[in-house]
């Protein structure tokens, strides 16, 4: 078999590339730079479904109207610990990062602190925002309602989709460590890894999802013509689902249920909770007592077929080390819509190297 060519590029020459897309549909110079990070990031820690796949779907956003590159959110409502944001339809990395700001803040100051986001578009990896808690010493907890309009997920038992991926996210500080990050879907798996396996002509593991007839299948086009993710862990990830549509969309008022007869903007909203550590015990103790426990975790010897006991986050770190070495692979469909994309804005494409691997 011949070689298999690799399109690469480093990650601070495809964040400008993204910046500048982003600045030439409208963004500000902040708001684009900030959401190219964003999406560059998620390309190092290992999530592809939550980066470069999503440029071409933010400027579609942009071209229908749903989104607005240049508007910036605003506190619709607030007390000393509770904080309602209205994205106003912008970049959702944008309110996100506003939003766990005004909630870290505030539990700063009280302890404890909530916010509710909405009126918001894709908010990207949910786990880089309750990080940010985590860096500052602090507990970050996210529940991410995935859409407005009629979600990709069938409830379970159901026969027809209905619910969103609606992700969780929690962060929590270790000492000499770091930071632990859960972020997951309650979906068996998050639907830009459907699209990054359709955008790179491979198929998807089985009991991710099923076809319109509501059989299995492996082929990620399947989704995309009337097909179903299905709930994590059977009745289990639909219960969670539920739950965090209620509270990250019915509880922050993000405009709708998912179903509703005329809703079609699909958008990300999201209840934000950030706990002080120092509320309850000082943090430098407790920055010890959960590395002891890491330490214990890491010192269990691996089951058969593992390498060794990983925590959450664990991989991401590796990943974003590797890569910022190595280079970011881009797959040949996403390049087409760069070379498309910044053939319409007059931009020029980003300076790659071709990578030779064995097939």
Known sequence: ????????????????????????????????????????????VGHPSHGLVRVRQYLDSIEAGELDPATAPIIAKETAVITSVD????????????????TIEKAQAQGLAVTGLFNNNHVGRLGEWVQLAADRGLIGLAFCDTGRARGRAAPY????????????????????????????????VAEGKVRV???????VPEGWIIDANGQPTTNPEDLYTGGMLLPMAGHKGYGLSLLIE?????????????????????????LFLVVSVDAFRPLADFLVDGATLCDQVKAIPPAPGFDEVLLPGEPEYRSAEHRRASGIVVDETTWSHFVEIADGFGLALPDQVSRYTEA
Do not use: K
Not at 15 to 38: H, I, M, N
Not at 161 to 183: E, F, K, M, S, W
């Open 87 to 102: 994205a106003q339809n912008g970049f959702g990395q944008i309110a996100a990062h506003f939003a766990m700001q005004v």
């Open 1 to 44: 078999m011949g070689d298999i060519v690799e399109r690469v590029l480093r990650p601070d020459i495809l964040a400008d590339f993204v910046r500048r897309v982003f600045q030439a549909a409208g963004a500000t110079t902040e708001g684009a730079r900030l959401v190219a990070d964003s999406l560059v990031t998620s390309e190092l």
């Open 157 to 188: 038992g159901g026969a027809a989709h209905l619910l969103g991926t609606n992700p969780l996210a929690a962060a929590v500080p270790v000492g000499g460590r770091p930071a632990l990050v859960l972020d997951y879907a309650t979906t068996q």
């Open 246 to 270: 209620l509270l990250g969309g019915v509880l922050t008022g993000q405009g709708g249920i998912p179903g509703q007869p005329g809703l079609t903007i699909s958008g990300n909203s999201v």
């Open 197 to 203: 396996a359709r955008n790179q002509g491979r198929q």
